[in-house]
């Protein structure tokens, strides 16, 4: 039996379960309040750690979704559907309050991501603390007496299912094309917007979801106690949620459920220590985040609730054809790239003036200069990292200036960076597939529900294509070992491969060779010559080797203090006297660059 049926039939046979143990009275009363409680709380740990724990933001605020998911789905159940539908209803009314959390998630999200750092912890601490003030004093609702009314609707095959139903959707929405996205901003968000991942609305995304999750526990919650009231989701709560994430483990399904299990026992367990519970509570957080900031099951996953591995095709076609790498028609007389006068400031201190480009598709071309020439500078313009004080940068006749790196990736543009970025907790295999991010066309609702529209792009467009790229460039021993584990000539290798898997037509390399010994230098150019010729791609190459930029480049570019003091052919630059006297300084240098 696969891992597949063998879950079915564990899901189906856990469900039954359920029903005849609550059905026939086959546990104690308190021990089943106990059990639908650890369901309760397994949603709101497993919702609460797609943003803190797979996304790698803060939020301290999640018992207001829980609210606002409790007080809709409540006052739907009591006062809209009518008093027979009951049980019939109940499932719409947990769903309806999710929606509303949900919703009021977009209204928190839109202006927090917008900003960076601490914002998040700030908004939904506030969020948190306007959702009981206005539940307060809202009577309508009950003011601070709190709601009632609503059935005993809430029982342990409905917990067991919801809890099932909220660890196979999160658990496929973290497994797909969006999952990527929300891990390459845990790693690095400046790399996962150079690789095309559109930053703001994938956030979005994840906190709709861990916010609708958390009002699904609410409508249960609600119509389990049958009775809620605004104290019951003060910041107190928001802390419990916060203590199962990290006691569990961040970034593991495994750790939520753990979690959720083991801080549910304990409170229970501690109940006769009265209000003395809620000290140590906080100061078991506390002591999480000193001693144990990653929890039990920290960045590791139970492989059951892992992808089930794509089996091997047999594949007759290149990677450049099957990933379709074909060159765009160029604009502007057959010029990829056109830069004129792109000039940018820093404060007073100009680190790029006046610089003009005219680049045609198929070149190997060179930017060189000392440190703090404007080299990266030029590279961050071109990516979309900063924006000019002046002048203007086209692509293919497509202006392109001021346009975010995702959407500049989208159009053709794919960088490496000085500094290696990889996603360095993910595997070789998923930082190549975060490079298809822009390739990929599903919905979140169709990762979370496993659509026909899924399998297919996860099938051909994206594992196909990644384990073509994984072997084309020797990479594929390499595909389940976490890319922190690589070698640094390999991990170069990795980021250029995932750069390739934009789909560029123009591919800048920030210094590729940097910390490479001589036989890594000349694999790396026959490596870059090959890229451009299979992949019939462009090439800016920003290195201070100066061997292997004459050896690799047709056009050099030389920059100092931000200007352009020389361009032409490699063998001109070697005998242009401002490179020597400004660039290499001594006779010395001068002879070795004539050597090269």
């Known amino acids: 039996m696969s891992r597949r049926w063998l879950l079915f039939v564990l899901v189906g046979v856990g469900f039954i379960a359920s029903i005849i143990v609550s059905r026939l009275g086959l546990i104690d ?26 996304m790698g933001e803060f939020s301290v605020g999640h018992a207001g979704f829980m609210a606002v998911g409790a007080y809709g789905a409540s006052i739907l159940s009591v006062r809209v559907f009518p008093a027979w539908a009951g049980v019939w209803i109940f499932p719409l009314a947990i769903i309806a309050g999710g929606v509303m959390a949900g919703a009021a998630a977009v209204v928190v999200a839109i202006p927090s991501f917008r900003t960076r750092g601490d914002y998040l912890a700030i908004v939904t601490l506030s969020f948190n603390m306007i959702v009981k003030s206005a539940l307060e004093n809202i009577d309508a609702v009950g ?27 999160i658990r496929n929405f973290v497994y797909s094309n969006i ?85 549910t026992v304990l ?10 519970r809620m000290v140590i509570m906080p100061l078991m957080l506390v002591l999480l985040m000193i001693y144990r900031p990653k929890g039990i099951f920290g ?21 450049a054809e099957l990933i379709n790498m074909t060159p765009r028609t160029a604009a502007d007389g057959g010029q990829l790239l056109v830069i004129d006068g792109l000039t940018h400031y820093f404060g007073g201190l100009c680190a790029l003036s006046d610089f003009n480009l005219r680049l045609d598709a198929g070149q190997i071309i060179g930017i060189i200069g000392p440190n703090g020439s404007g080299k990266t500078t030029l590279f961050n313009l071109i990516s979309g990292y900063y924006r000019p004080t002046r002048g203007s940068i086209k692509l293919n006749g497509t202006e392109i200036t001021r346009m975010p790196p995702n959407e500049i990736n989208s159009l053709g543009i794919a960088r490496t960076f000085q500094n290696i970025r990889l996603f360095n907790n993910l595997t070789v295999e998923d930082n190549v597939k975060v490079g298809m991010f822009n390739s990929v066309k599903y919905s979140a609702v169709a990762a979370m529900l496993r659509t026909r529209s899924f399998n297919q792009c996860e099938g051909k467009e994206v594992s196909d294509c990644t384990r073509m790229l994984l072997e084309l460039f ?34 800048l390399l920030d210094e590729p060779a940097a910390g490479m010994n001589p036989s890594e230098t000349g694999a790396l150019m026959e490596l870059v010559h090959r890229i451009r010729d299979e992949f019939k791609l462009t090439v800016m190459v920003i290195e201070h080797h100066m061997s292997f930029i004459m050896g690799l480049c047709e056009e050099i570019h030389v920059l100092d203090f931000g200007v352009t003091i020389a361009g032409g052919t490699p ?20 002879r070795a660059l004539k050597d090269t």
Do not use: C
């Open 29 to 54: 009363q308190y021990v089943e309040l106990v059990a639908m409680y650890v369901g309760i709380n397994i949603i709101l740990a497993l919702s609460l750690n797609l943003v803190n724990g797979y």
């Open 143 to 169: 003011g601070p007496r709190g709601f009632l009314g609503m059935e005993r609707l809430t029982t342990l095959p409905w917990t067991f299912m919801w809890t099932v139903v909220s660890v196979w959707a």
């Open 179 to 263: 999952g990527r996205g929300v891990l390459s901003i845990r790693e690095d968000e400046t790399a996962g917007a150079a690789m095309g991942v559109d930053t703001r609305k994938v956030k979005l995304h994840a906190f709709v979801v861990s916010s609708f999750f958390a009002g699904v526990a609410g409508g249960l919650y609600a119509h389990l106690l049958q009775f809620i009231s605004p104290r019951t989701f003060d910041i107190i709560k928001s802390t419990e949620i916060l203590i199962m994430v990290y006691l569990g483990g961040v970034g593991s399904i495994a750790g939520s459920i753990a979690g959720a299990v083991i801080y």
């Open 267 to 276: 409170i229970e367990a501690l109940r006769v220590l009265g209000q003395w």
């Open 299 to 319: 960045f590791t996953e139970f492989r059951w609730f892992k992808p089930i591995a794509s089996k091997k095709k047999d594949v007759a076609v290149t990677a």
């Open 474 to 507: 020797a990479l594929e021993k390499y595909a389940y070992e976490p890319a922190k584990g690589l070698p640094y000539g390999l991990k170069r290798r990795l980021e250029i491969v995932r750069a390739l898997a934009t789909r560029p037509q123009l591919l």
């Open 571 to 590: 063998d001109e630059i070697k005998s242009d006297k401002k490179v020597i006297e400004a660039y290499l300084g001594s006779s010395g240098v001068s």
